[in-house]
């Protein structure tokens, strides 16, 4: 089974604080995502990834980077953590498709207060 | 750009009755759909998959259907238990480019 394997399920930081969500899969895929999930907005993609060291803005960018130096792992990471920054942050990784199913899977999630 | 409707929002239903999910988009260049599964405070589970050549797709009591020329598909589930309470998210990967787009999804509560 394929397995996105999210770090930290919760986290308590304070406000100005740098903070890093790190997402490992153990299937090679080539796609990673970071969303972030919040009641009545959906998940909205703040990055994604297609290849080591490429990523490509989503929805919502502003206040995040990420980093991916390895196939497997897909970090996000709060520069200076705000309040408005506080919701769940959702993994995922899929293989490109095109010649595959395309079939995407979902980390547990990491649920970030900042305070 | 792509936009991904579940109506209704919310559900709720007896237990042992049948039940179907509604889920629309509005560009039909999709390559597959997928339907999930969210339990509060976790991930989401993929629960069907289905490639856009394909009308249907069946686990257990779950079956999934797609009509892509009018941007529809729909999950039933036959049965319903107590233990199907979730919020189902269904989502579209296009035919171009790596993104996926999400409905807002469908709160189930199935009612002992």
């Known amino acids: 089974d394929v397995k996105v394997t999210q770090s930290s399920r919760y986290l308590v930081k304070r406000t100005g604080e740098k903070v890093f969500l790190e997402c490992v899969q153990d299937?090679?895929?080539?796609?990673m995502f970071w969303y972030r999930q919040d009641p009545g907005l959906g998940l909205r993609l703040i990055y994604f990834?297609?290849?080591?060291?490429?990523?490509e803005k989503g929805d919502i960018p502003e206040g995040y980077s990420v980093s991916r130096e390895k196939k497997e792992r897909f970090s996000l990471i709060l520069e200076s953590a705000s309040t408005n920054q506080t919701s769940m942050y959702l993994c995922?990784?899929?293989?490109?498709?095109?010649?595959?199913?395309?079939?995407?899977?979902f980390g547990e999630g990491s649920r970030l207060t900042v305070l | 750009k792509q936009e991904v409707t579940q109506i209704p929002a919310a559900l709720s239903v007896p237990e042992g009755e049948n039940l179907v999910l509604n889920c629309s988009f509005t560009d039909s260049a999709i390559y597959n759909l997928q339907w999930f599964r969210q339990d509060p405070g976790k991930g989401l589970t993929s629960l069907l998959l289905i490639q856009s050549s394909q009308r249907e797709q069946t686990s257990g009591r779950l079956n999934a259907s797609l009509d892509k020329s009018s941007g529809r598909s729909t999950l039933y589930i036959a049965a319903s238990q107590p233990g199907d309470s979730a919020t189902y998210l269904c989502?579209?990967?296009?035919?171009?480019?790596?993104?996926?787009?999400f409905g807002t999804g469908t709160s189930l509560t199935v009612i002992p």
């Open positions: 990834s297609y290849d080591v060291k490429m990523k």
């Open positions: 995922a990784s899929s293989l490109l498709g095109f010649t595959n199913t395309g079939e995407l899977f």
């Open positions: 299937m090679d895929h080539e796609n």
């Open positions: 989502a579209v990967k296009m035919d171009t480019g790596n993104q996926f787009y």
